[in-house]
């Protein structure tokens, strides 16, 4: 298991709701979004795969080249593929509109 934080200080328009996507089980993963306390971006994730730390950035950053939300992003993963966390960041993001 690992841990990996990431944090974008230039992501600051208000998220207006909180939300939460997916189901943590075999090969998917959920996503929890809320507001930002101190009016930045934040993820944490938690991941039942080890090692693959670049990957994992590489797909955020992605994602907050396209969303600009002040939000505390917790992602529990258990072995998703980089195409359903894409997947899974954008239907949050639908729902939290």
């Known amino acids: 298991m690992e841990i990996l ?3 974008y200080p ?3 328009a208000p998220l207006a709701k909180r939300v939460h996507v ?3 089980g075999s090969g998917d993963l ?4 809320e507001p930002s306390p101190d ?3 934040h ?3 938690t991941t ?3 090692g693959y730390g670049q990957i994992w950035k590489n797909v955020i950053d992605r994602f907050f080249t396209r969303f600009d939300r002040a939000a505390t992003i917790e992602i529990n993963d258990f072995g998703a593929t980089p195409g359903m966390v894409a997947l899974r960041l954008e239907q949050a993001v639908e729902v939290s509109k």
């Open 22 to 24: 997916g189901v943590v």
């Open 48 to 50: 039942s795969v080890n």
């Open 30 to 33: 959920e996503v929890l979004m």
């Open 43 to 45: 993820v944490v994730i």
């Open 5 to 7: 934080n990431y944090d």
């Open 39 to 41: 009016g930045k971006a």
């Open 10 to 12: 230039d992501a600051t």
